[in-house]
């Protein structure tokens, strides 16, 4: 159960179907070519994303795929 305490953290649209293809386990080139969008562009959301939801370092991917469920639900 989510904590009523917590801030309600939003994704753009965008985002949130890139970290649904990230979840898929689909690489970042992959979501790029699908998308229509450079890999960088794809590199840069993931920051952001990790940014949104204060992750950082090598399980940053990881973590923000379970929260994308958090979000979802």
């Keep these: 159960m989510a904590d009523p305490a917590a801030p309600v ?3 753009s649209e965008r985002r ?4 649904e293809h990230l979840a898929e386990g ?3 080139k992959a979501i ?3 998308l229509g969008i450079s890999p960088r ?3 840069r ?3 952001n994303i990790y940014a949104k939801f204060a992750l950082s370092g090598k399980s940053a991917r990881a ?5 994308l469920s958090r979000l979802t639900r």
């Design 63 to 67: 973590g923000a795929v379970a929260r």
């Design 45 to 47: 959301h993931f920051a």
């Design 41 to 43: 562009t794809i590199e």
């Design 26 to 28: 689909r690489p970042p």
């Design 9 to 11: 953290l939003v994704l």
């Design 16 to 19: 949130q179907q890139i970290l």
């Design 32 to 34: 790029a070519h699908e």
